[in-house]
Each structure stands twice: as structure tokens, then as C-alpha cells.
């Protein structure tokens, strides 16, 4: 045990030694807690029991000025700032009482009344100012004063009636995005343009990409009276086009070089191995059905028809098919020659998967677009 003893005077010297410099330094509060951290040790440490009530003085007079300071400005939020000074206090109310050692030198303030009055003060300014802002009866206003309610309700939870008011101001904030079907030339296709459609919904909702912003399938609220879009926006598929099978026949011819055993043998009568040269032509069929497309959207203002953005994605799908059959030596084959060699003519998808694939591209440009858009709207 007694060899545990000279690291203990060390780590205490280092404490003390620590506070002090922390003091020395200005940085009173944080020699607060150094201070008492020692004297929850050493009670009776002269150094701690010194230094102490200065550096709490220090750190009150520090924190009241800055409060002092906030309440004499016109800012309509210096209570935010005055309770975090009162709150810096009542931290150190609360170190140095976890100390007997410590309260016998000093008789620290109790600030949790004065905190309570802060946050009543700071969260009537916040009610306040989201009231103004209500009333303007703009979208941009309402926005403002849904995070001015959320932050009364953040510094006082149930304050008044901010949790009505606040759901008040999202409703008038809130933009409605209705999303056309999407007018497709071949109505063969449009099973598939629903898919494209719908999956692109689910996307917008999932991602949350603007809190004010909700996007709605045009199906499903057009029978609802009620409902109040403030923006439209339009698809289109133009110039789609899946196109003929190409059929492509060519021959090529391969070679390489290995070696085998040869006529000769060495002094223990093994083969010598020598290099020879095989070679094989291969005769390949390709197919290949080419498909494009191009979307249109346009997002307008339900209010004033205002075309607030538009633009066309492209987008296009090759399928390919390839098989063969060869002649000659197969051992001048590569593993890619024989994956020719082991395939087989199939037909081209059905036009409505080639579709699908086509759309593919077009999707994750256009929900790419749209989340940059009304990221920022």
C-alpha cells in the first residue's frame, strides 16, 4: 500500500498546482472546480482554501457583467443570452456545495430563481416575435414563426398556447406539391409510367428534403375539395422509343501460344516441354436493342400559373445478347471466348422491362434535380 503513496502526493501537487494555474490564467471558473475537486481530497489544503474565493468572485463578477451587459442591449433575445450567463452561475453554485471544505469559505449564490425568470422572459420574446410573424400571413413569415414557437417551446415546454400557434404557422408555411400521372404517347407503356411515377413519390416523401415542402400523387387527392395545392408539376415522356433488333454476325479469329511436351527427353527421361502455336476461329452472333427517351417535367404556381421550374431528361438503355460457336483448336480459347462459346440465343426483353430500364437513368437525375430544387426552396 505505503508504494502507492508517492504517486498519490503527485497526482495531488499536479491538482493543486493545476487549479492555481488554471487561476492564474483567468479561467476562474474552471479553477472553481479545481479548487474544490482538491478540498473534496484534502479539506484542509491552505493553497485551495486561499485561492477559492477569488477565483469564484472573479467568475461571478465575469458572468454578471456579461449579463449586465445582454439586459442593457435592445436585442429581442437577450434573455437567451442572460440565462446562459445565470446558468454558468448556478454551476458553480452547485460545485462548490458538493464541498463542506469549500462552503466554509464560501457562501455561493443560488441563481435557479433568477434561471426560471430568464427562461419565462426568453420564451415570452420568442411567443412574441412568432406572433408578429404570424401575422404578416406569408408562407416565408410563417416559416420564421414556426422556429420562433419551436424555440419557446424548446426553453419552455407547453408554454401558452405556442404548440396550436406553431402547427398553425406550418399549415400557412407548408407548400403542397401535387405530382401528375404521366402522359405517355403508347398507352401500352402505361402500367410502367405509373411504376416510375410512384416509386418517385415514395422517394421525395422518405427523404424529408424540406420540412415545408409535402409532395402528393395526383390520384389520390383529386377528389378531395379540401385540398389546396400550391404547386403542379407536369411529366411527360417525349420522343420514347424502343427500338428493332439488331442482329450482328462476325467471325474472329484467335490464337495463343502454350506449351506442350515435345519429342525429346531430358537425362530423367521426362518430355521437354516446347511452345507451340493453336489457333481457332470464332463465329459470333450479337444482339442488341437500343431504347431512349426523354422526360419532361414542369413545376408551376397553382396561384399565378408561373413556371417556376422546367427542363428535359434523358435517358437510354442498350440490351445485348451475345453467343457463338468456333472452330479449330479450342485450347486457343480465352475464358471469355468460352462464356461466348456457352451462350445462347435469347429474345430481347419484353418492351415494357426495356422500358423500365430506360426510366432507370431518368430517375435518379430527375429526383436528384428535384431534391437540389426544393432543398433550397
Aim: aromatic share 12%.
Amino acid at each position: 500500500m505505503f508504494r502507492y503513496l508517492p504517486l498519490l502526493f503527485i497526482l495531488t501537487l499536479f491538482s493543486c498546482k493545476s487549479g492555481e494555474k488554471l487561476y492564474n490564467q483567468g479561467h476562474y471558473g474552471t479553477a472553481v472546480e479545481a479548487f474544490v475537486k482538491k478540498l473534496q481530497r484534502r479539506p484542509a489544503d491552505a493553497t485551495s482554501l486561499q485561492l477559492l474565493p477569488r477565483a469564484y468572485q472573479a467568475a461571478m463578477d465575469y458572468h454578471e457583467g456579461r449579463a449586465k451587459q445582454a439586459l442593457a442591449s435592445n436585442n429581442d433575445l437577450k434573455w437567451e443570452s442572460v440565462r446562459v450567463e445565470y446558468r454558468a452561475m448556478q454551476s458553480l453554485y452547485n460545485t462548490i456545495r458538493t464541498s463542506p471544505a469549500a462552503m466554509g469559505v464560501v457562501k455561493p449564490k443560488d441563481y435557479s430563481a433568477a434561471i426560471t425568470g430568464a427562461q419565462e422572459n426568453a420564451s415570452e420574446a420568442r411567443y412574441e416575435r412568432g406572433l408578429q410573424l404570424l401575422e404578416q400571413g406569408t408562407k416565408q413569415s410563417a416559416r420564421e414563426a414556426y422556429e420562433e414557437f419551436s424555440a419557446a417551446l424548446r426553453l419552455t415546454p407547453n408554454y401558452k398556447d405556442a404548440a396550436q400557434l406553431r402547427e398553425e404557422a406550418y399549415a400557412i408555411g407548408l407548400v403542397n406539391v401535387v405530382i401528375s400521372e404521366i402522359d405517355v404517347r403508347s398507352p401500352y407503356f402505361q402500367f410502367s409510367a405509373d411504376q416510375f411515377r410512384d416509386a418517385l413519390v415514395r422517394n421525395l416523401e422518405q427523404r424529408q428534403i424540406n420540412n415545408f415542402v409535402k409532395f402528393y400523387d395526383e390520384r389520390r387527392v383529386r377528389g378531395d375539395r379540401d385540398f389546396r395545392p400550391d404547386q403542379y408539376m407536369e411529366l411527360r415522356f417525349m420522343d420514347f422509343m424502343v427500338g428493332q433488333t439488331f442482329v450482328d454476325r462476325y467471325q474472329r479469329e484467335v490464337s495463343k501460344v502454350i506449351s506442350v511436351p515435345g519429342n525429346k527427353k531430358d537425362t530423367t527421361g521426362k518430355p521437354i516441354m516446347v511452345d507451340i502455336t493453336v489457333k481457332a476461329t470464332l463465329y459470333i452472333t450479337k444482339k442488341t436493342v437500343a431504347s431512349t427517351g426523354l422526360l419532361d417535367y414542369r413545376i408551376t404556381d397553382v396561384n399565378d400559373n408561373r413556371v417556376l421550374r422546367q427542363d428535359r431528361v434523358p435517358g437510354s438503355f442498350t440490351w445485348q445478347n451475345q453467343f457463338g460457336t468456333y472452330r479449330g483448336d479450342e485450347r486457343a480459347l480465352s475464358d471469355a471466348d468460352r462464356a461466348l462459346i456457352g451462350g445462347r440465343d435469347i429474345p430481347p426483353p419484353p418492351p415494357q422491362d426495356l422500358f423500365m430500364e430506360l426510366t432507370r437513368p431518368i430517375y435518379d437525375r430527375l429526383a436528384g434535380d428535384l431534391r437540389s430544387f426544393y432543398s433550397r426552396y
